[in-house]
């Protein structure tokens, strides 16, 4: 690239070669940025809450206000372990240029936006008025000091700098500042270069399978012990190591990523809430790659809100009954093992007389995807995250014994599914990191093969602030996603940490995504280039495992409470 601009620091107070002098002054600005945060919640408590506790009718009423404030929060919390990022790199003495200025440019953009609006989706902005707070309230943003750091970030010049630090091959570096974290990592990235990238397209357009030989490699790769314990089979790595693996799967085939969720969320139930017997008839077989699984939550009425569930188990002796219609139930035909939630209790409105149940089937396939007495269903055909399929399927009166009862007691279901809540969404994070990053690779790729007019696209400004923009996202979502799973792996609670990862995460990955088919012009919307392939798959990631605007309301309220 051009570099002949460059960022002078003549006139600068702030020495950016000293991290000390910069460093501090972002973590001012972190405090001041707690006590906005404290004035906008008590501002919004005094608008949702009713009789001290918060009133889902006034919440619902002032809606707009607190998923702002729960972007609000994630854009802080991002700021935040970004920050923390770039202090672990130095104190290692890995720090480069790349994470200095993608560490300014993520604190003067994300300030910038906190002060004039920040973007919760294409048409919705949320405005600082109406969170309660005002001009004054952003006045230590005008500090010289401050000020020129955040003129310093939005300038072409450190865009110009990110960009050849990517053109000449060097991408920000991970943070994992861990030997075996980051071994993990170069072996997934080499098997995710040789056995994913080179056959993801094609899988995508035949709207095919995974090839069990590629599931058999990862499996021998141990793609689905990950976080199931020692003892059981596993690796017991815990999330941050999920989140790498998953990050680097997805990076290059977003099913590839996801197959290790079907894992995630079978074996959290089965060893959080299974009896001792559950757990050593099921966990190594999910370990090993021998019993894949399938979550059966969802019906087609009921979207979100599992609490209105109608799918029935009704006990019949030494067995239960089960009837229902569920639906998008993704690996539905190859799996061997599903988690049904269904009703035990009719009495019971909402959440209460739910029971999970482990229910094993015959592995199907796409010809006959359901060879089991009492169950039929339909593949739903999608856009993107194809590789596993989407099936509807109806349960017509199939029987299951009661020791497949998950824990062998009813009413648990809806409790026990929601102590997965957390790793389910942290994987989902590090999915859509992936996915981002894929974008990024792809758009780099291109910006440096096309020439127009007599030069490399990626020269243009449009081109490479474009490239610079997805970089800094890309990096602040891996961020908050790897600070939430550090924190699941130390036993601390991170619902609300998991949730803003996924909020911001998504929203990068689509983001990221069209960015990159823009670079790529026409050609990315040609079937053959893999990128339209990304802009499909990362579409499904702001919806699935909690629609954002259902993820936001799960951060506020957890907000709000704490």
């Known amino acids: 690239m051009d570099t002949s601009v460059n960022i002078s620091n003549q006139s600068l107070k702030v020495d950016v070669n000293d991290s000390n002098n910069f460093i501090a ?56 372990e970004t920050l923390n990022w770039y202090k672990n790199l130095e104190k290692s003495s890995k720090a480069t240029s790349i994470e200095k200025n993608i560490l300014i440019f993520a604190f003067a953009e994300y300030l910038n936006q906190m002060r004039s609006g920040i973007m919760m989706s294409q048409c919705e902005i949320i405005r600082p008025e109406i969170l309660g707070l005002n001009d004054d309230d952003f006045k230590f943003l005008d500090d010289p000091d401050i000020h020129q750091l955040i003129n310093m970030g939005l300038s072409e010049s450190i865009k110009i700098q990110i960009v050849d630090s990517l053109d000449k091959g060097f991408f ?21 270069d040789d056995e994913i990238l080179p056959y993801a397209n094609e899988w995508h357009l035949k709207d095919a399978l995974i090839p069990d030989e590629t599931l058999k490699k990862m499996a021998e790769l ?66 090993d790659g021998s019993l894949l699984t399938t979550a059966v939550f969802s019906e087609p009425n009921t979207g979100s809100d599992l609490g209105s569930l109608s799918t029935r188990g009704v006990k019949d002796g030494q067995n239960y009954t089960i009837t229902g219609n569920k639906t998008w139930i993704t690996h539905g035909a190859r799996s061997d093992l599903m988690t049904v939630l269904a009703r035990t209790d009719s009495s019971q409105k ?26 039929s269903g339909s593949e739903i055909e999608v856009l993107g995250y ?41 994987q989902t994070a590090a999915r ?25 696209i990626i020269k243009f400004p449009r081109i490479f602030m474009k490239l610079a923009w997805m970089t800094m996202e890309t ?3 891996r961020q908050i996603t790897l600070f939430s799973a550090r924190e699941k792996d130390n036993d601390i609670r991170c619902d609300i940490e998991a949730g803003m990862a996924k909020l911001l995460a998504a929203r990068v990955a ?38 954002a605007e259902i993820q936001a309301q799960i951060v506020i309220k957890g907000l709000l409470n704490s």
């Open 25 to 80: 002054l972002y973590e001012s600005v972190i405090i001041q940025l707690d006590s906005l945060s404290q004035k906008a919640r008590n501002h919004l408590r005094s608008l949702v809450i009713k009789d001290d506790r918060i009133d889902n009718n006034l919440l619902e009423a002032n809606q707009f206000a607190a998923h702002g404030f729960a972007w609000f929060e994630t854009y802080k919390i991002g700021l935040r």
């Open 172 to 192: 920000p570096n991970l943070g994992l500042c861990d030997e075996t974290l980051e071994m993990i990592q170069e072996q997934f990235k080499k098997f995710t």
């Open 222 to 287: 141990g793609v689905f012990s990950i976080a199931i314990p020692e003892n059981y089979g596993g690796i017991g790595m815990g999330k941050v190591a999920m989140c790498v693996v998953t990050e680097e799967l997805s990076r290059g085939f977003l099913a590839a990523g996801s197959l290790g969720t079907r894992a995630e969320i079978a074996g959290e139930l089965i060893r959080l809430g299974g009896t001792e017997e559950q757990k050593q008839r099921y966990l190594p077989k999910i370990a």
């Open 350 to 375: 909402g959440y209460k007389g739910l029971s999970m149940f482990l229910v094993e089937k015959p592995r199907g396939n796409c010809e006959n995807p359901f060879p089991m007495d009492g169950m």
């Open 386 to 426: 194809r590789g596993m399929k989407e099936y509807e399927i109806a349960l017509d009166g199939i029987k299951v014994s009661k020791s497949n009862l998950l824990g062998e007691e009813e009413g648990k279901g809806f409790k026990q599914l929601m102590e997965t809540f957390e790793s389910a969404r942290i």
């Open 432 to 456: 859509a990191v992936g996915v981002a990053q894929s974008a990024l690779e792809l758009a780099l790729q291109y910006a440096k093969d096309r020439s127009q007019f007599g030069k490399q």
């Open 475 to 477: 990096t602040v979502s």
């Open 510 to 547: 689509w983001s990221n995504a069209d960015s990159a088919l823009q670079i790529h012009g026409g050609n990315g919307y040609a079937l053959e280039y893999p990128i339209s392939r990304v802009l499909c798959d990362s579409r499904i990631l702001n919806i699935f495992e909690g629609a």
